[in-house]
């Protein structure tokens, strides 16, 4: 029997829903075991359909039935939401001020489980723009029909769609369009200088596409279309006064930027420690690196180098100041370590994951370094997403 074809498998149960937990479920309980359940809410009973039972530790639910609703559910604004439908949202059906107080309560008790850290109050931040047509990048696969669409959850298995209400205006025609060449994955974005990209690929590849440009921070950014940007149109200026407000450069200082990408917070950093200061910026991927060459050609300070972070910062040496965002997967204790070796008086750590990120800050903890300040920004309405900014500073 596979793991998640336990007793429990396809069985419908009544449940008491508890608390919040990561990655878009609430807690729930049966016959002493943990269900974690989709589509629900705390304080509501449901009727939930299990979808994996994963033996003596867990089970996995979909609830299909509300028998007593929370006064934070509401109709999901896509009819492609909601059970054994579309897995690009977690909480259509919640208001978008509770989904805000979810995330702030996840983020809470796993700095608290994971990080052993205490948090104070924290508030997730709401960005302008408002919980739809927000997303600027989009990546859709294509049915044997033809026909576009997104993972079901934790399924291979595609929902087509015809729209989707989470993205900009301008990628909605795509859905519209309908066939595509079935087998493939479309890579949308559409920028904030008014281009709009399509890339079609096969399998799991993805090659840099076509140059696209963006408008941040008063300058015209380079990107390639497999590149990294911010998919909130709303993130990249509001990422960075966060970090330079908790940063707080000072004009000859020497900064880092790890996982640095196009270059975003490299130039903002340049730009404020000024020309008798130095930036450093570390990009693995040498298309992102090669963009982020090409945005900084007018800072003399600011230098671009491409490999991994953890071979990179040994020979470095000392830092007044970083910045570092890296992927969802962590910076990790490797990268941790060696940078608290640096000495910098502020570490500013962009994370999109806050699991992840509450390990990496236990690391700095265990290794001289405090939270000082612990921010969050809704700039994934409607998804379990969250983004966080930690500050981390000596203890001593």
């Known amino acids: 029997m596979s793991a998640d074809r336990g007793p429990l498998h396809g069985r419908d149960l009544e449940l008491e829903i508890g608390a919040v937990a990561n990655l878009g479920y609430c807690v729930a309980?049966?016959?002493?075991?943990?269900?974690?359940?989709?589509?629900?809410?705390?304080?509501?009973?449901?009727?939930?359909?299990?979808?994996?039972?994963?033996?003596g530790s867990f089970c996995r639910a979909d609830a299909i039935a509300i028998v007593r609703p929370s006064p934070d559910r509401v109709e999901p604004p896509c009819e492609a939401a909601g059970p054994g439908r579309c897995g690009g949202c977690d909480w259509q059906h919640v208001t978008p001020a509770a989904q805000r107080l979810l995330k702030a309560e996840v983020v809470r008790e796993l700095f608290s489980r994971i990080g052993r850290l205490p948090v104070p109050e924290l508030t997730v931040e709401e960005v302008p723009g408002g919980p739809l047509g927000w997303?600027?990048?989009?990546?859709?696969?294509?049915?044997?029909?033809?026909?576009?669409?997104?993972?079901?959850?934790?399924?291979?298995?595609?929902?087509?769609?015809?729209?989707?209400?989470?993205v900009v205006p301008a990628i909605r025609p795509v859905l519209a369009a309908g066939q595509r060449k079935?087998?493939?994955?479309?890579?949308?974005?559409?920028?904030?200088?008014?281009?709009?990209?399509?890339?079609?690929?096969?399998?799991?590849?993805?090659?840099?596409?076509?140059?696209?440009?963006?408008?941040?921070?008063?300058?015209?950014?380079?990107?390639?279309?497999?590149?990294?940007?911010q998919v909130h149109p709303a993130a990249a200026e509001t990422l960075v006064d966060c970090v330079l407000g908790m940063l707080a450069p000072r004009a000859g200082e020497r900064a880092l930027?790890?996982?640095?990408?196009?270059?975003?917070?490299?130039?903002?950093?340049?730009?404020?420690v000024g020309p008798a200061g130095a930036v450093i910026g570390i990009e693995s991927d040498p298309v992102s690196a090669a963009d982020g060459v090409a945005n900084l050609t007018d800072l003399a300070q600011a230098q671009m180098h491409t490999g991994d972070v953890a071979e990179l910062l040994d020979p470095i040496g000392s830092a007044d100041i970083v910045a570092l965002d890296p992927p969802?997967?962590?910076?990790?204790?490797?990268?941790?370590?060696?940078?608290?070796?640096?000495?910098?008086?502020?570490?500013?750590?962009?994370?999109?994951?806050?699991?992840?990120?509450?390990?990496?800050?236990?690391?700095?903890?265990?290794?001289?370094?405090?939270l000082s300040t612990l921010r969050a920004f809704d700039l994934f309405?409607?998804?379990?997403?969250?983004?966080?900014?930690?500050?981390?500073?000596?203890?001593?």
């Open 29 to 55: 309980r049966h016959e002493g075991r943990v269900v974690f359940v989709r589509h629900a809410l705390p304080g509501e009973r449901v009727v939930a359909r299990v979808s994996e039972d994963r033996g």
């Open 135 to 166: 997303r600027t990048r989009a990546q859709f696969a294509v049915d044997r029909s033809g026909r576009p669409g997104l993972r079901r959850h934790r399924q291979h298995a595609i929902q087509p769609l015809a729209d989707c209400p989470l």
């Open 182 to 229: 079935p087998g493939t994955v479309l890579d949308v974005a559409a920028t904030s200088c008014g281009e709009l990209a399509i890339q079609e690929r096969s399998g799991r590849s993805r090659p840099a596409g076509e140059v696209i440009h963006e408008r941040a921070l008063g300058r015209r950014w380079q990107v390639h279309v497999g590149g990294f940007w």
């Open 257 to 272: 930027d790890l996982y640095a990408g196009v270059g975003l917070f490299t130039a903002a950093l340049a730009e404020t």
């Open 328 to 370: 969802r997967t962590g910076a990790g204790r490797a990268v941790m370590t060696a940078l608290t070796e640096l000495g910098a008086r502020a570490i500013a750590y962009v994370s999109c994951d806050p699991a992840t990120l509450a390990a990496d800050v236990r690391v700095a903890a265990d290794s001289g370094y405090r």
């Open 381 to 396: 309405p409607m998804t379990h997403h969250i983004e966080c900014v930690a500050l981390l500073q000596p203890a001593g």
